[in-house]
């Protein structure tokens, strides 16, 4: 089977521009999980989605916000960017009846 | 709550030595535990997991038994490998309560010399 991809997989964007981040999920999984990943505050969970619904949310900002397609992809949107966005954003996909997640390469974005 | 407590690193070993890495952990319910790999540029992979207590998860000569006792998942590999330098995340699942995500320790970046 197919991996987790995620696309773009780098991406500078300027401080108060929006950004799509995209995941597509292996297949047959229903679940998909957003995390953030910095130097300064580790792996921080964003927001999980399960059959179109989002089923959990992390302590993010309104501007950090996300869906899921029919098809189980996913989209995730930050919008008026700020320089502390800058980060390594990772797509995990689970079976979403057990709890083991497999993770994308990640999008790295930049914000200058 | 739920949280993680990491080993800090780096940690630096030569070729065939005995790696340790502690984690022990604080969790409402009863988490599923779980050992992740991140090598440069890349993603994080599933190394073992472990759903219970006593449970041995083990994978690619790495293990770590869920000691519910203490706590802990430590991971141990009999004879390290310059290929697993990497950096190692333990991490425990809320999934029991309803909630799907992952809760990460801080990482442990080990670096393996020939």
């Known amino acids: 089977k197919a991996g987790v991809t995620q696309t773009p997989r780098y991406l500078i964007k300027t401080r108060g521009q929006q950004v799509t981040l995209s995941c597509s999920p292996i297949?047959?999984?229903?679940?998909v999980s957003w995390y953030q990943q910095t130097p300064g505050q580790g792996l921080q969970f964003l927001f999980e989605y399960f059959s179109e619904t989002q089923r959990n949310k992390g302590n993010f900002p309104g501007r950090f916000s996300g869906r899921q397609f029919s098809n189980s992809r996913s989209e995730m949107n930050v919008s008026t960017l700020e320089l502390g966005d800058s980060a390594l954003y990772l797509c995990a996909s689970s079976p979403g009846d057990r709890d083991e997640q497999y993770f994308g390469p990640g999008t790295r974005l930049t914000v200058t | 709550g739920n949280s993680v407590t990491q080993m800090e690193g780096p940690v630096t070993l030569s070729e065939e030595a005995f790696l340790t890495i502690n984690c022990t952990y604080t969790?409402?319910?009863?988490?599923?535990l779980f050992w992740y790999v991140q090598y440069p540029g890349e993603g994080l992979q599933l190394l073992l997991k472990a759903t219970k207590a006593d449970d041995k998860g083990s994978n690619k000569g790495f293990e770590a038994t869920y000691r519910k006792e203490t706590t802990s998942f430590h991971l141990e590999k009999g004879s390290v490998q310059v290929s697993d330098s990497a950096v190692y995340f333990c991490?425990?699942?809320?999934?029991?309560?309803?909630?799907?995500?992952?809760?990460f320790g801080t990482g442990t970046r080990l670096t393996v010399i020939p």
């Open positions: 991490a425990l699942s809320s999934y029991q309560t309803g909630a799907n995500n992952l809760f």
């Open positions: 297949s047959g999984h229903r679940s």
């Open positions: 969790a409402t319910g009863y988490p599923s």
